[in-house]
């Protein structure tokens, strides 16, 4: 098989109506609007309503993706979900997001790792397209975080929300689009950010961590210090 390039050729969003601002967390958290925006940029954040899941929330990102790109479900030779916050154990959302489209047969699997699935499938669904074996590829990035959060723990509550995006790429001759990938790991500071419950009963205790009801853990300052160095390297690399 010719090696090809890979273009994203349509992109889509979604985030639920409901928008929680940072003042309005200031009524149950002890932190300020001031706080919050100073450290970390955020001023609101969405949240998805209670009939809404991670797999619906990428169907409607994928679907306006499609239309930008002009295609159908058919069209589509894979589909890959970078989440941390499936549906399901099993089925995977991934075959729940392939269902909802309507996309028969069209293999799918979910990328899961943390805060960098999105750029793990997207890096993932390239090859299938540089190594000539696909044409169109749907990677999509959708995550439900609200729900696996302490809101009484003003160091993680104030920083997530729930929303999706979807970007189809699309083989081509022409070297242009995506071009390469600076991907790592670094599993030796895992415990700096920890999700270890994600199904009520399952308690999997994490020395350190005193909490065991499944909500998200995190070392805010090991995160802030670990994120500038990395971000640094790959910005060099």
Not at 96 to 122: D, I, K, R
């Amino acid at each position: 098989m010719q090696r090809k390039y890979g273009k994203i050729v349509g992109w889509g969003k979604y985030a639920p109506e409901r928008v929680l601002t940072n003042a309005e967390i200031e009524t149950f958290v002890d932190t300020t609007d001031e706080w919050i925006t100073r450290r970390t940029g955020i001023k609101q954040r969405h949240i998805a309503a209670d009939h809404e899941t991670t797999s619906s929330m990428a169907i409607e990102a994928s679907r306006r993706a499609l239309a930008m790109a002009g295609m159908t479900p058919a069209d589509l030779d894979l589909i890959v979900l970078g989440s941390t916050t499936e549906d399901y154990f099993c089925p995977a959302a991934s075959s729940l997001v392939q269902a909802g489209l309507g996309a028969p047969g069209t293999p799918a699997f979910v990328v899961n790792t943390g805060c960098t699935a999105f750029v793990y499938a997207l890096a993932t669904g390239y090859q299938f397209i540089h190594s000539g074996a696909y044409r169109n590829v749907l990677v999509i990035g959708s995550e439900l975080l609200s729900r696996a959060l302490d809101w009484n723990d003003r160091a993680t509550c104030v920083l997530f929300g729930d929303g999706a995006g979807a970007v189809i790429i699309q083989a081509t001759d022409e070297p242009c689009g995506l071009h390469g990938f600076n991907l790592g790991s670094e599993g030796e500071d895992g415990d700096a950010i920890v999700f270890g419950n994600p199904v009520p009963g399952w308690n999997v205790p994490r020395e350190g961590y005193p909490n065991k009801t499944g909500a998200i853990l995190m070392n805010g300052q090991k995160v802030f210090r670990f994120a500038s160095k990395v971000l640094g390297q790959a910005s060099a690399a």
